[in-house]
């Protein structure tokens, strides 16, 4: 999964220190999370929230001051270098792919050993979303390691491109490619969701799963996918709303970013079961902190615990979406 950029914050937590503990398969989402929580940990922190919570007009406002859309460095940036330790140390942590695996049931694609939340739901729902078949191109950005994006280009027999900041997400994926299509329907490049490298208009569609809370500016961002997309091209991502915005880096709805940046929204969908799966998946690291202790050492168990019986709880709080926008042609 891959994952790109930081958030702002208004007390001593430190996002690197959480991410670059690398223990675990959502441990770069889940930090993210973490972030988004930290402020809603008493409830009435949540009422207030509720209370405080903004209106605002799109047509009467910069792009930059649409909720959640962020511009210009954040407070705690976190670099390549945090997802290049995490995707490699992770993906030699086979105790942990066990417990996701555990956690997540038959909805959990174990082949794809997705690094975030993708499901055999969100599978399903991108095929349907993306359109795509033999002759088009998908552009993965934020691909990571590529389980999913491979996975995607094998059922839909499309060619993929998959772009990551992480070099190591980048060889990772790359050295995968073959065991889900042939060696020239697939490659891998680093770059940046707001800047891929890619020529513009290349792509049929692009995937974007668990990641694009991440850019620090979430338009511009939005715009290179737009700019990346031929005439009528989808764009398929997962990303959550949260219902009681406190921060500026809180999205209470995805759709005016949408607009600003030329796209428009086709639908959404609630992701199901994913607060229980991955509450399931916090009691799984909790009932084996031990073991992971002694496979990921001290430091990363500790803040794994930590995440557990803080972030668990607060599940509910946010509701995770399937969302498919186009740009219009």
């Not at 491979?150 to 070099?167: E, K, Y």
């Not at 020239?184 to 680093?190: L, M, P, S």
């Not at 792509?203 to 700019?227: G, P």
């Amino acid at each position: 999964m891959s994952l790109g950029s930081g958030k702002s914050g208004g007390t001593g937590h430190n996002l690197n220190s959480q991410i670059d503990l690398a223990g675990g398969v959502l441990i770069l989402v889940n930090a993210y999370r973490d972030q988004l929580e930290h402020t809603l940990d008493r409830p009435d922190d949540v009422a207030t929230g509720a209370m405080c919570r903004p209106t605002y007009s799109p047509a009467l406002m910069d792009d930059d001051s649409l909720p959640g859309a962020l511009s210009g460095p954040p407070p705690r940036p976190i670099s390549a270098a945090t997802f290049n330790q995490a995707h490699g140390v992770t993906a030699h942590s086979e105790l942990v792919w066990r417990l996701a695996e555990q956690a997540y049931g038959e909805d959990y694609p174990a082949e794809v050993r997705p690094w975030g939340m993708t499901t055999f739901w969100v599978l399903g729902r991108c095929v349907s979303g993306l359109r795509v078949g033999p002759g088009h191109l998908l552009v993965d950005l934020a691909c990571g390691r590529g389980g999913p994006g491979l996975w995607l280009a094998r059922a839909t027999g499309t060619s993929l491109i998959g772009v990551d900041w992480s070099i190591v997400g980048v060889e990772a994926a790359s050295a995968r490619a073959s065991h889900f299509v042939p060696a020239d329907r697939a490659r891998f490049i680093v770059g940046d969701l707001a800047a891929s490298g890619l020529p513009d208009a290349s792509a049929d569609a692009v995937l974007c799963l668990d990641s694009i809370f991440f850019a620090t500016d979430r338009i511009a961002a939005l715009r290179e996918v737009h700019r990346l997309l031929r005439p009528a091209g989808r764009y398929v991502f997962t990303a959550p709303e949260v219902r009681t915005p406190t921060q500026p880096f809180h999205v209470p709805d995805w759709t005016p970013l949408l607009e600003a940046a030329g796209l428009e929204l086709e639908s959404k969908e609630a992701v199901p079961r994913q607060a229980e799966q991955l509450g399931r998946m916090y009691l799984l690291w909790l009932e084996h902190i031990d073991a992971i202790r002694a496979e990921v050492g001290d430091a990363s168990a500790d803040r794994l615990e930590a995440e557990a019986r803080r972030v668990g709880p607060l599940l509910k709080s946010r509701e995770p979406l399937l969302i498919v926008a186009r740009r219009p042609g």
